[in-house]
């Protein structure tokens, strides 16, 4: 077992990678009542065209399979795995998002129970036609409730402008039409090529005592037979440089509009280090325009055009990116007026080097107060560990950007790319 | 565990562990809650956040919060039964993970005294720009906060249910209020408060008693002697249940309960409807989770909430609007099933693994444990976590049917898309 000591934040991160493939990391907090398990896979809403394990040709899946696969593992053959969770005094849930679904559990007890329990219910689908059928109203009112929540609605539609092709422009759940079409077979297709042990990532955080629960994970995991991992082949997409479209605005019941400008931002970089540092450096840009701190901010707050729930956001992950600004507002028109005249000049912009250090303290000071919270420990880390960065390293790679690294990502925002999503009253 | 220090104008309490890597310094102030003032607390809560004398703007001010390594700095209202609070949050990174030694703590109690003693303002009033500022913030956050669909459907039915109780009073405040408050009179209300409003602070954090001498060296308060009551036992007598149904551009309609229970915080029955709550609908193992979204694929959201401080039931769930008479018998029935004692030991067993998992869990967060310590605090409740803890894992089947027999249907909202 490999052991990593980490100097700023004074922990200790333990990881193996399993004969199977699976790649175990676990974190032991001393002092704390909770463990938290997160079992991910490699698997979103944007899978929906490759190669099943095993065969060779290219198929692809309806939209919203991944997520509705999610629905469908807490099914076991003996019964709900979310009711043994309960039984040993542990909640559990799941999530998927465009590139990744993850199973969790936090518990106060059965610490070892909990974490064995937890790979036994994600590595084994137990669904008959019946069960399925009887998810895809659940999954029915869970889409419209998201269809009448205008905040997503505006962050969504404002990714949807961007892609052409690009899945991820696609609803995570799919659409009532998409969920009931999707079938027992394409669920057991999908588990079978992603939830293999290879495509896989367990990280446990809290009350643990590592050897023990590396000892119990390769103890189970050894019981256990898989086929030898295959490379998973998916679709290669062939996105276009250009936006789907500028501007659309949508009429929703609401007391206030909402406005978000999208930039597409097109450049793939090759390492998960300049990744992750391009992230981070338009991270401490958008805190040098828009934090509470800005002149800028000020500015635009006084003139009216923008209130509190005025944010900045950049999303990166696999082979998308893209920056998200906006809020609600009435003056919505104004307000991206005001945003296209900012990026088509933010050339002209300089920042003072006080400025920008004081801002870096301010990441370093949120980076080291992640690991207070063993949830926040365990997303971030799954965050960023599919994109090949171990997420305890962040806080100090935030010490060595540059202010020149800052003015290097202000490329990217670029009118020729950007559009614009309205909800409008 | 926690030590008390009565200190000058507010309590003192302190909970050190070494668990976390920040330290969780957190103000209440806490008054009457009242139709009068509620609007007014808000905006005092917003004005809270606008800075000091020495840093005389939200753009000044941040740049000192984010200086000492993004200290965290927020101010939120909440209602506790007949009470409402001001609570004032300040988390920051414990000095202990810094690179270079800063004393960051006593600038973390300094920025507190400042912001109460030394606020930004002059002459008898605040500072204009961020009075107007703050002002139309609430004003767009009031306005806002319709758009969630799920938290407006709830206010409406504690407006409905809780017309001419305490329950009935927004805590965040009202728009058509806000226009009229001028900030001489806000500025007044705010010296108001720090003579009035009964104050309690807590510390989180990698501590010990020392820092007892800080807080007498720089946070000193008006010394004052006022109590207030919090939970209360909310009973209407209404003949007839009352219904109502609202309709917007919407797809998915939002069903609200409110029950009325013969239970509250101080009572003994307290420990008998939590356990009934978390069997009904507090978790997703409770009832109506199992029965309304597995069984009938209803819908996908269903939980039960118990308002101790009220002493209420609540149960909310998104449907379709032809589901909803169906919704509702179900609802009932699972009522029924427990009142008739029709649950088995295991499932209340898992039930009370549940609680006991929440309950342990809030030991790991600062936030948490100052919130169980505040509602026994505010209500003079002499209780250990241990021992509330025992007396819910004792709680009987017994019990659970007798209190859940009290629980009295009183009022429906139903959120809905437009009729066709």
Redesign the interface.
Known sequence: MEELYYQTLKETLYHEKLDNGLEVYLLPKVGFEKTYGLFSTRFGSVDTTFIPLGENKMITVEDGVAHFLEHKMFDMKDGDAADKFALLGASSNAFTSSSRTAYLFSTTSHENECVELLLDFVQELAITDKSVEKEKGIIGQEIKMYDDDPDWRVYFGSIENLYQNHPVAKDIAGTVETVNRTTKEMLETCYKTFYHPNNMMLFVVGNIDPHVTMKLIIDNQNKKHFDLPQPIVRREIKEPLDIKTPLVEKTMDVEMSKIIVSIKVNEQLKTPLEKLKRELSLNILFDLLFSKSSKLYNEWLEKGIINDSFSANFTQERDYAFIQMGGDQDRYLELKDQIYDFIEHIKDIKFNLEDFERIKRKNIGNFINVYNSPEAIANLFSRYYFEGIISLDIVDIISTIQLEDIYSVMKYFDLKYTSTFIVKK | MEKNYMMKGYQLHLIP??????ITISLKLQNKLDLKTVTKRTLLSFMLVTGTQKYP???????F????????YGTSVTSKGKSHIINMNS?C?NQE?L?YQEDLLTQQIQMLNDVLNHPNAMNHLFNE?MFE?KK??LK??L??Q????FSYSLEKLFEYMGKDQPLGISTSGYLEELDAITNEELFAYFKQCLMEDHKHLYVVGDIDDSIVSLFEQYLTLPEQNHTYDTSYHYQVYRNDIQEIIEE?????SKLNIGYQIDSEFMSHNHYATTVFNALFGG???SKLFKVV??QH?????ISSSYDAFNGIVIVNA???RKDYQKTRELIDEQLKLIQQGKFSD?EL??IK??L???L??S????LSMISLLYNRDITGKEETDDEYLSKLMAVTKEEIMAIAGTMKLDTIFLLTGRSE
């Open positions: 562990t070494t668990k976390f890597k920040n703007s939200t753009q000044e001010f941040s740049k919060l984010e200086n000492l390594y993004g200290m965290k988390i990174i993970y690179p720009q500022i139309r913030e767009e956050r306005i806002v319709k758009d969630d669909k917007q551009d919407i797809t998915q978790f997703s193992q979204r597995e694929s209803l819908c996908y959201y998104g449907i379709e295991e067993d898992i693994g549940m006991k998992n929440a342990t869990r030991k790991d967060e600062s």
